[in-house]
């Protein structure tokens, strides 16, 4: 009898378990890097650059070469890194805590200097590690444990959209805000994070994808409810699509 190997553990993942909390999709959004890099036969030349965050142990869970960047300072110290060594493929995976409020000067003007580096930016509208705080794009109305009623605009200011400011920079190849709440959004999250390091490969430009992921923890519900609520209150407020795509095929 032969057997077919239809799906196994990508090499560019190691074999540590993941500790992220049961329903957090950073571990879908792990595995399709891993894929991608499989895919692209990147590994053996990547960086992970990995900010403060949940997302800090990312480099535990890579199988390539890594480094801890201080908080918000992932997309500088990547462009640092990819200027010293073009040869190499650099990407940050970082949280909309990390990225969109103290990282976003440098998110910013990585993009609109077309660092040819590669960013995964996980947005889950909340702090996650560090006890569910309010974010820069945490939701209106949105509890948090410091908007215990709710997100007020003119107390905290709207929702951060962070693509759509990125988008507006020059140097930008490559730009998608996805999601990972269903089986048909995976696969469009893949490729949308293939084509990011594409841009790199390619030496076109910045590449990001936003993916809209879950925190069942700090969102205080469980797993299941967590995936129906970001259909219904993130994607209206933060809407999918692709903003930016000069990689083509």
């Known amino acids: 009898m032969t057997f077919q190997v239809v799906m196994k553990r990508p090499e560019s993942l190691t074999m540590r378990e993941f500790t992220y909390c049961p329903g957090c999709t950073h571990g879908v959004i792990h595995r399709l890097v891993a894929e991608v890099l499989d895919e692209l036969d990147m590994r053996e030349n990547t ?30 110290v990547a462009t640092g890194i990819k200027r010293a060594r073009p040869d190499l493929y650099v ?20 993009a609109n200097r077309g660092e040819k580096i590669t960013t995964i930016f996980v947005n889950n509208a909340i702090y996650g590690m560090t006890g569910g705080q309010m974010a820069p794009t945490t939701l209106l109305g949105m509890k948090s444990t410091t908007t215990p009623y709710g997100r007020k605009a ?30 048909q959004d995976v696969r469009k999250t ?27 923890t700090n969102w205080g519900m469980d797993p299941v409810k967590s995936l129906k609520w970001l259909e219904e209150n993130m994607v209206p407020e933060y809407p999918l699509g692709v903003f930016v795509d000069k990689v083509g095929e």
């Open 47 to 76: 960086i992970t650059v990995a900010p403060i965050g949940c997302s800090v142990f990312a480099y535990e869970f890579f199988d390539t070469d890594g480094t801890i960047a201080a908080h918000g300072r992932a997309p500088a």
């Open 91 to 110: 990407f940050t995976y970082q949280g909309d805590g990390d990225l969109g409020a103290i990282g976003t000067a440098e998110i910013v003007h990585a």
């Open 154 to 183: 003119e107390n905290d200011g709207y929702p951060l959209r962070v693509s759509e400011i990125i988008k507006e920079t020059r140097g930008v190849a490559y730009l998608a805000r996805t999601k990972v709440n269903t089986p």
């Open 190 to 216: 893949k490729e949308a994070i293939r084509k990011a390091f594409l841009a790199q490969v390619r030496g076109i430009g910045f590449g990001m994808v936003e993916v809209l992921s879950t925190c069942p």
